[in-house]
């Protein structure tokens, strides 16, 4: 429709369906043809060529050679080819969509056929470590408010802190919480170090959170509280790195208060560095440890870790393989270290101590971290 010197725009999708309109330039193009202005034609190609390109897909001029005005053609029997390309596509999307619930069916049947299923439970096993790396991504990628992460297996590769760190600022900037206990070793590690610096240092929006503790404690990784993955205690034989994906919500939720725990009793750590120079090995002054302070050898803070556990000193002389006679000399020697006389006052000075944050987990003999976590 001519108005003022010029066309309507015209909102009319393509044959794609995406909506866009015939630009202006190209209603000025076919009105300038409609009247053989060769001038207006030449100027408007000139400055706006995808102009003719769009009067050309659309069949409202004949494709002839530069530099000639255009034929313009009949703008009813155009859109009506337009209209139906578009009804065309339209109708190839509706089926599409039609076949979706049937096609996911087809998916899901072949996909869970070859899944190891608890009988009557919510589990999946995880056989190989390409496997549980790929569910991983899927499950964190999908994370909508939190991900829990308990990585025991020390100090990280670099390939794996590559692929975690796209990962895992995606996640945070979706707003979700991201929390994870590390072994304390990996305070000795560069490169997982400047890994967890850079996470809980983000800025503007949200950053990561970080723990570490000594010793062992169990590996999972939680989702939302609704998914998660631990590692396989009960296929016999299984690989190494073979997990379970749980979705079970009595399990779930009985996993992250377990979490919450661990959590609970590990240190907070935002990348720091630690100097590490070594082991107390048999006797005090011989190899400083990797904490300033530490006074006991590696046996004597087994004794303590039992101790502190609640455990009688007959059961921890068994544990230990010696006599309880043996077992009360050295207990003996421990109170004798710290000054105190009762029980008590022993397990409340080790647990004040830095001798109670030394890691022996780590290999006695052997940089820190030399085991190193092989899940992203």
């Known amino acids: 429709m001519w108005c003022d010197g010029g066309f309507k725009a015209l909102a009319i999708a393509d044959a794609h369906g995406n909506g866009r309109e015939l630009s202006p330039n190209a209603l000025r193009l076919y009105g300038a043809c409609a009247i053989r202005n060769a001038e207006q034609v030449k100027l408007l190609t000139t400055q706006h060529p995808e102009a003719r390109a769009e009067l050309v897909e659309w069949g409202l001029i004949t494709p002839d050679a530069a530099g000639v005005v255009p034929a313009v053609r009949d703008p009813k029997g155009a859109l009506q080819r337009r209209f139906d390309d578009v009804l065309e596509a339209a109708e190839k999307q509706v089926a599409l969509l039609r076949a979706l619930p049937e096609l996911s069916a087809q998916l899901t049947q072949a996909y869970d056929a070859v899944q190891l299923r608890i009988p009557g439970g919510a589990s999946v096993y995880l056989d190989d470590q390409a496997v549980v790396n790929a569910r991983l991504q899927d499950v964190v990628g999908g994370a909508r408010r939190e991900i829990l992460a308990a990585q025991p297996g020390g100090p990280r590769d670099q390939a794996l802190l590559d692929v975690a760190a796209p ?20 305070r000795d590690h560069g490169p997982t170090a400047a890994f967890a610096q850079t996470m809980s240092t983000r800025g503007p929006g949200r950053s990561a959170q970080y723990r570490t503790m000594p010793g062992k404690f169990e590996r999972m990784i939680i989702v939302d509280r609704e998914t998660a993955v631990v590692p396989d205690y009960l296929v016999e034989g299984s690989p190494p790195h073979a997990a379970w994906l749980i979705t079970d919500p009595a399990a779930v939720v009985m996993l992250a208060r377990a979490f919450e725990e661990t959590w609970r009793r590990a240190r907070p750590w935002m990348g720091q560095l630690r100097k590490r120079r070594g082991d107390m ?10 904490l300033d302070g530490v006074r006991t050898t590696r046996r004597q803070r087994e004794i303590m870790r039992n101790l502190c556990e609640g455990a ?11 006599s309880e006679r043996k077992l009360a000399e050295e207990v003996a020697d421990l109170k004798a270290l710290w000054g105190v006389s009762t029980m008590n006052s022993l397990i409340f000075q080790y647990a004040q101590s830095p001798d109670c944050r030394v890691d022996d987990s780590a290999p006695a003999d052997g940089p820190a971290g030399a085991e190193y976590e092989k899940t992203a």
């Open 281 to 290: 090995r048999e006797s005090i002054g011989v190899a400083g440890s990797g």
């Open 312 to 322: 009688q000193q007959a059961t921890v002389a068994r544990r230990l393989g010696v």
């Open 167 to 186: 990962r895992d600022a995606a996640a945070l900037d979706r707003g979700v919480v991201l929390r994870t206990v590390y072994r304390d070793t990996v």
